[in-house]
């Protein structure tokens, strides 16, 4: 005889997940370019945000996603939300394209605080990772006046303190979607080495506020599932903050929650929150499977 015992699971999702506004401009305006230019090649340099749901979509609308700059390139090319340097713009402009810079605003305002810094005399620190498409953007916008650091950790200010003890002015600026206790534990480090020291808290608003509101929903719920690309830094960063506070997965997709099933079936209460990239449809799908595994057929 098969019985159906239903689960019923208590599933929250987080005040604030999934796109913030930088990524839903860059995806509709990039969506509207192509449609008012059907007959345009168009191209992204590097993937439009980090989420490759996204990008196989907007592949699928003949918005195709480039690696590098080609030989020749014709037709219309956009710069992502993460910004790009002042040299790969120049050389996109050179090709003769028609360049898009869709670099969300947050992001953009970074580079203008690095760039006045460094201008004005400052030696620039970018608190963020040195290998991220953002940070190397807003580090090469303060290098056109001085070459600028970058730091991400507190182990990273001592490895580098003599060189900060050269500095005489310090301005420092922040990755967008960095930790906001990263950047509390480092500033007083390099305030202790240096003489003169102006601090830009440019963390965006959309990654304080959906930090703030997993941490929150996780203190109500006995597992929190954090769902995006793990390419994703702002989401990479929600699982960092929730991890020590609550058991918590990194899921991708749907797909992935089948590895968790018995955790899954044996948890009552689960928050779920998605990083500033990750669609509205995926997270629906996350919590319509959750739903489905919670209705368990036993013999
Ligand atoms: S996470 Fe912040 S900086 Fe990044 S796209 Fe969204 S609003 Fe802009």
Same mark, same amino acid.
């Given at each position: 005889m098969t019985t159906a015992i239903n689960y019923e699971k208590d599933i929250k999702l987080a005040k604030l997940a999934g796109f913030c506004y930088g990524v839903?401009?860059?995806?509709?305006? $990039? /969506?509207? !370019?192509?449609k008012e230019n059907p007959e345009t090649p168009v191209y992204i340099l590097g993937k439009l945000i980090h989420n490759n749901q996204v990008s196989e979509h907007l592949e699928s609308l003949g918005i195709h996603t480039l690696t590098e700059i080609p030989e020749i390139l *014709?037709? @219309? %090319? !956009? !710069?992502?939300? =993460?910004g790009a340097t002042p040299q790969t713009k &120049? +050389?996109? *402009?050179?090709?003769? %394209?028609?360049?898009v810079d869709l670099t969300c605003p947050d992001v953009k305002r970074v580079q203008d605080k690095a760039k006045a810094l460094a201008k004005d005399g400052y030696k620039v620190i970018v608190i963020g990772k040195a290998d991220h498409p953002e940070v190397m953007a807003i580090k090469a916008h303060a290098d056109q006046y001085s070459e600028s650091l970058v730091i991400s950790s507190m182990q990273e200010v001592e490895k580098n303190i003599e060189k900060i003890r050269t500095f005489k002015k310090i301005g420092v600026v922040i990755q967008t979607t960095q930790l906001v206790d990263n950047f509390k534990q480092i500033i007083p480090l390099i305030g202790e080495h240096s003489k003169e020291l102006k601090v830009y808290n440019t963390i965006c608003d959309a990654t304080f506020e959906r930090q703030k509101a997993a941490q929150e929903l996780a203190s109500t719920v006995d597992l929190m599932i954090v769902v995006g690309s793990k390419e994703s830094a702002n989401t990479t960063h929600l699982t960092e903050i929730l991890k020590p506070v609550k058991n918590?997965? =990194? @899921?991708? $997709?749907? *797909? &992935?929650?089948?590895k968790y099933r018995d955790l899954i079936i044996n948890t009552h209460k689960i928050g779920i929150?998605?990083?500033?990239?990750?669609?509205?449809?995926? !997270?629906? +799908?996350? #919590?319509? &499977? /959750?739903?489905? #595994?919670? &209705?368990?057929?036993?013999?």
């Open positions: 839903k401009r860059a995806v509709e305006e $990039s /969506i509207r !370019i192509k *014709e037709g @219309i %090319c !956009i !710069i992502r939300t =993460h &120049e +050389e996109l *402009e050179k090709k003769g %394209c028609k360049v918590t997965l =990194h @899921i991708e $997709s749907k *797909e &992935e929650l089948k929150t998605a990083g500033a990239s990750t669609p509205d449809f995926v !997270i629906r +799908e996350v #919590i319509n &499977e /959750i739903g489905k #595994i919670g &209705e368990k057929t036993r013999e």
